[in-house]
């Protein structure tokens, strides 16, 4: 079966502490593995697509990467308005466009 | 770009009422998309459309989910007759193609079922 899973559950940070999130994943083939934003009250904010093992994408204060089994977001010096949930997703060859998301990382920054 | 307009945000109603969730997707995008988010169960997608044609309902839970797209630009999810455990946030999302397009999100609509 296919699944993604969120580490951890929630993660508090002051300002300008690094860390970084977990996405460990299982499919039978992965056609793209996606990094979503979602802050309270709002629908999920597209981030990064990853397609292979590797790869690395970066957008300002975040840099996502892929393995064959997981993927990391690494924040760096992190600011409060990076507080908000981070949610992984997996879209698996034969999918038929269906992402299959983990329950996310609620990440909050203190000044 | 307006994005993805769902109405309404929020909805409460009492067990046994029909519900119906409305959502405009962007305009040129092709696939249409309904999510259910819970806490317990995170993200579940319930429903896709392509060119106004469902394609996999295999997440609607029961029958009393149903989902039109009569035409691009509109699409609705009606409950009949709701229940408590319907209590959630859905989602409408759109994409240009289907693997390779991120999924477009609306703001959601927050459903209480008392």
């Known amino acids: 079966e296919d699944q993604v899973t969120q580490s951890p559950e929630a993660l508090r940070l002051q300002e300008g502490e690094s860390s970084s999130l977990n996405c460990s994943y299982t499919v039978s083939g992965l056609r793209g593995l996606f990094w979503y934003r979602q802050d309270p009250g709002k629908g999920p904010e597209f981030l990064f697509t990853?397609?292979?093992a590797g790869e690395e994408k970066e957008k300002e204060r975040l840099k996502a990467t892929l393995t064959k089994k997981e993927s990391f977001l690494h924040i760096t010096a992190p600011k409060p308005e990076d507080s908000a949930t981070y949610l992984c997703?997996?879209?698996?060859?034969?999918?038929?466009?269906?992402?299959?998301f983990g329950k996310g990382t609620k990440l909050s920054v203190k000044p | 770009d307006a994005g993805v307009i769902q109405s309404p945000r929020h909805e409460v109603t009492e067990m046994g009422q029909e519900v119906t969730l409305r959502c405009k997707p962007i305009?040129?995008?092709?696939?249409l998309f309904w999510y259910r988010q819970t806490m317990m169960r995170g993200l579940e997608l319930l429903i896709y459309f392509n060119n106004n044609v469902p394609i996999d309902d295999s997440g609607m839970p029961e029958d009393r989910f149903s989902a039109k797209m009569p035409n691009a630009s509109f699409s609705t999810l009606k409950i009949q007759p709701s229940e408590p455990r319907d209590s959630a946030v859905y989602f409408c999302?759109?994409?240009?193609?289907?693997?390779?397009?991120?999924?477009?999100f609306g703001n959601g609509t927050r459903l209480t079922v008392t």
């Open positions: 990853l397609y292979s």
């Open positions: 305009s040129g995008h092709d696939y």
């Open positions: 997703a997996v879209q698996a060859v034969g999918s038929q466009g269906n992402l299959i």
């Open positions: 999302a759109s994409s240009r193609t289907e693997y390779n397009s991120p999924l477009h």
